[in-house]
């Protein structure tokens, strides 16, 4: 019974609890890039997000993204979160960092 009225409050209130970070898992290398794969965790299931860093002059220049995709395995979203990483380095190349903002999202 708790269930039910845990899903009728979350009605109520706006939804369901917010979402957490799945834990952080290695970086790859891409081009001389580095690439960390921070799924979220939304219930039951995982939304791709991540992270690409470039080092220039002694600072660490970084770039968020957070894409629709939710996998039921935590382990996919990691694996699709560094394709995804791939094919937004291969599209942007030099423009991915151009305008030396130290944080953005892509």
Do not use: C, W, Y
């Amino acid at each position: 019974m708790p269930s039910i009225f845990s899903k009728l409050l979350s009605v109520f209130s706006g939804g369901s609890a917010p979402a957490a970070p799945a834990k952080e898992r290695e970086p790859r290398e891409h081009e001389g890039l580095r690439v960390f794969a921070t799924p979220i965790r939304e219930g039951s299931q995982f939304r791709l997000a991540g992270r690409i860093e470039k080092d220039v002059d002694g600072e660490t220049l970084r770039r968020d993204f957070i894409r629709a995709d939710i996998f039921t395995s935590e382990d996919d979203a990691v694996e699709f979160t560094f394709r995804k990483a791939e094919q937004i380095i291969q599209q942007n190349r030099a423009s991915l960092f151009a305008d030396a903002v130290k944080t953005g999202n892509v």
